[in-house]
């Protein structure tokens, strides 16, 4: 649905024209996977597929949300007596969010929603954090919040974490809040300072999608969260990014195996983050090549959180790239997305590496996306 439809849908549901059509991107992390709530470092890009939010006052304590890529299901709640939807699973994101942001800053009113959107879901690029951030401009918009990007970030996650029930970091709310067009951003998960990098002109983020589906907050993702602050107790930090790799070889035989494979990905996947914003930014390819295969093994071995369909076609990919590029799952994991970059000369073999080789006896089709890095909602 492109923004024209998405005003005619909020004109035929409302009667009126919608006061502010509001987006936010979806995201792609191109390094640093589970250490954003490990206070560490993170390295994604706002990519060019988006959220739209429309948006009017209302003159009661209503709001209404329509989704229009769900049939326009309708969901309405009265915004001083917020619960959670179990029949509509979808409006717990707008519910969590209103009861969040009215914590904050309490609304004047009620408003009437309609969102869209192109974000995959359950792909691993972000569309529940895009979902939040572009509600927050929109309302923010309407009722003339002064609310900076951090700010909605923290908003969103609070929304996630205490509303909807994911533990997730801050990474995905930051990104889609504050991303900025041609850049990835390095972000510092405890200090939330952050700094913009250009993409070298020769490489290209490609997207494949491996289509394994797996919701993050039925998957594994919050048990992951918790063997990490085991760790982090084991090894008397607050949290694992004050953890060193010479800690753990001194406590590592005490610790459960998997507690401290966990901790060992976090400490070295926040030390490869960090190499690899130097390496992108003085065209280091192989070093580029290298984080992000270190990386994927690490997510794979250690973290335990790929699986065979996503690990066949980094393999797949990582053998057409040669060292010229680099490709690594991305995301929260258990299906979803790789991510590459990859020199403009070997994009077509990507493809044909992905779509002709035996994917398809894994039992599921690639979608391939040629992506951009975006501008944030907020920045
Ligand atoms: C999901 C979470 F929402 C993020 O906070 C982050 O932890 C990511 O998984 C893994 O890096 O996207």
Redesign the pocket.
């Known amino acids: 649905m492109d923004k024209r439809e998405l005003q005619a849908t909020f004109q035929q549901h409302f009667n009126t024209p919608p006061e502010v059509v509001a987006h936010a991107p979806g995201?792609v992390?191109l390094i640093?996977?589970?250490?954003?709530?490990n206070q560490g470092f993170?390295f994604p890009a706002a990519i060019n597929f988006v959220t739209w939010v429309a948006a009017g006052k209302r003159n009661d304590n209503q709001c209404c949300v329509v989704a229009a890529d769900y049939e326009e299901q309708r969901n309405s709640f009265a915004l001083d007596n917020i619960v959670r939807d179990s029949t509509q699973p979808w409006s717990n994101y707008a519910r969590g969010v209103l009861k969040v942001l009215q914590q904050q800053y309490p609304l004047p009113g009620g408003i009437n929603l309609v969102v869209t959107g192109n974000v995959p879901q359950g792909a691993?690029l972000?569309s529940?954090?895009s979902f939040e951030i572009a509600l927050l401009k929109a309302i923010a918009e309407v009722f003339e919040l002064d609310i900076d990007g951090v700010t909605a970030a923290l908003l969103g996650?609070r929304a996630?974490n205490d509303f909807v029930g994911?533990a997730?970091?801050?990474?995905?709310?930051l990104i889609s809040a504050m991303g900025r067009e041609d850049h990835a951003m390095l972000l510092d998960c405890r200090s939330l300072t952050f700094k913009h990098s250009t993409l070298p002109d020769n490489l290209h983020i490609v997207i494949v999608n491996s289509n394994v589906k797996r919701g993050?907050v039925d998957s594994e993702?919050n048990l992951r969260?918790q063997q990490c602050e085991q760790a982090a107790e084991w090894l008397g930090v607050t949290s694992l990014r004050d953890a060193t790799l010479d800690m753990l070889g001194k406590h590592s035989s005490e610790m459960p195996d998997a507690v401290m494979r966990r901790a060992r990905h976090i400490i070295t996947e926040n030390a490869r983050t960090q190499l690899m914003f130097e390496a992108l930014a003085n065209n280091d390819i192989m070093a580029v090549s290298q984080a992000m295969a270190e990386s994927h093994a690490s997510m794979r071995d250690d973290f335990e959180i790929t699986v065979p369909p996503i690990d066949y076609l980094v393999t797949l990919i990582a053998g057409v790239l040669e060292g010229a590029g680099g490709v690594r799952m991305t995301?929260?994991?258990f299906g979803g997305c790789v991510v590459a970059l990859v020199p403009q000369h070997l994009i077509g073999n990507v493809k044909a590496a992905v779509t002709d080789h035996d994917y398809a006896n894994t039992g599921y089709q690639p979608d391939i996306y040629d992506c951009t890095a975006t501008q944030g909602a907020f920045a």
């Open positions: 995201r992390n640093g996977e589970h250490t954003d709530y993170v691993g972000s529940s954090a996650q996630e994911c997730c970091g801050i990474m995905d709310q993050l993702y969260r995301g929260g994991g």
